[in-house]
Every structure is written in structure tokens, then in C-alpha cells.
């Protein structure tokens, strides 16, 4: 996992929105709602039915917004198929971001998208996604958002043609 200070994205950038189910995320604003002002819930058992109920929404969530370069060698020692060993590292901590959405009083849902916001990943080895305190010195390149890719999904994100063709591209580029 990652600070926000590590990654060279200096702009706020707006999440461009995977169409949920109509309803869907209602649903899980009003979830959140229950959980979050429960007296009877003990704290780790809140975060436990946030990270389930969040899950409902998986393809907004966890999305990469760049790549390390050991990440895209490790594609391109897997012939640009998906590769074992890699990893979503979060630019904040969902701890950190768990304890804020329980301890904030926030109105409606005004937490969404500052949920959001700060659950943007960065594609990573699984080393360099452990060695929090080098990761800061690692060559980083930027996901474009507007491109769509690598939708999260409830375990790991999409890995379709498109996906592909960004990293062999990316990979001519510098590698």
C-alpha cells in the first residue's frame, strides 16, 4: 500500500463511472447509513460489512491509475498475458479509509465521493506492493482514467484486449 504523495498524478481526477445497476449504489449508501450509526456493531465488525457491502459495487473500486515499471516487466516477461504475482496497491490505506468513514459524521452521501476518490490503486509487484517505504522511489506511469481499463472486479480487475494493447504499448514505449 501507498501514500497519496507517491504517485505523480497532481490533479484531482474525477472518477469516471462504471454504470452500477440502477439502485445499486442507493442501496449501498443505505447500508453504509446502517453500519455506520450502529450502536450495537463493534468496530472491526463495521469494517468487516464495509468491505463486504462495498464489494457490491466492485467494478468502481480498487481501479489502477498507473503502473509501476516492475509491474510492466512482469507483463512483458508473461508474453502481456496477465502475470502472477501482481498486485493493486492502494494509494491510501483502507484502514485509514475505514476509520474515517466511521468516525466522520458525514450527511447522505456525501462520503461516496470521497470513498472514491481514495480508493484508486496502483498496478505493483508483489515485493514492491510490501516495501512501502521504497515505493516512493519507483518509476510510476499514468492509467489514463478516460481509457476505461482495468475495471475492478470483486477479486483483481479486467484484463481484456484493450488492457493489452495499453501495456504493449507502454512497454514499446519504455522498456
Not at 78 to 87: A, S, V
Amino acid at each position: 500500500m501507498i501514500g497519496s504523495h507517491h504517485l505523480r498524478t497532481s490533479n484531482k481526477i474525477s472518477m469516471i463511472p462504471k454504470n452500477l445497476p440502477v439502485g445499486l449504489k442507493e442501496y449501498i449508501c443505505v447500508g453504509f447509513d446502517l453500519i455506520h450509526r450502529s450502536d450495537e456493531l463493534k468496530y472491526q465488525k463495521k469494517v468487516d460489512m464495509l468491505g463486504n457491502l462495498f464489494s457490491l459495487g466492485a467494478g468502481t473500486g480498487w481501479r489502477p491509475k498507473a503502473i509501476t515499471l516492475g509491474a510492466l516487466k512482469l507483463f512483458a516477461s508473461n508474453n502481456f498475458n496477465l502475470p502472477k504475482g501482481l498486485e493493486r496497491a492502494h494509494e491510501h490505506h483502507r484502514r485509514d479509509t475505514f476509520k474515517i468513514l466511521l468516525e466522520t459524521d458525514w450527511n447522505d452521501d456525501e462520503w461516496w465521493d470521497w470513498f472514491v476518490q481514495r480508493d484508486y490503486t496502483t498496478l505493483a509487484t508483489r515485493s514492491e506492493n510490501r516495501k512501502e517505504s521504497s515505493f516512493e522511489s519507483l518509476t510510476i506511469f499514468d492509467i489514463p482514467l478516460e481509457l476505461n481499463l482495468f475495471w475492478g472486479k470483486r477479486v483483481g480487475f479486467e484484463y481484456r484486449e484493450p488492457e493489452k494493447l495499453f501495456i504493449k504499448n507502454l512497454a514499446s514505449k519504455h522498456l
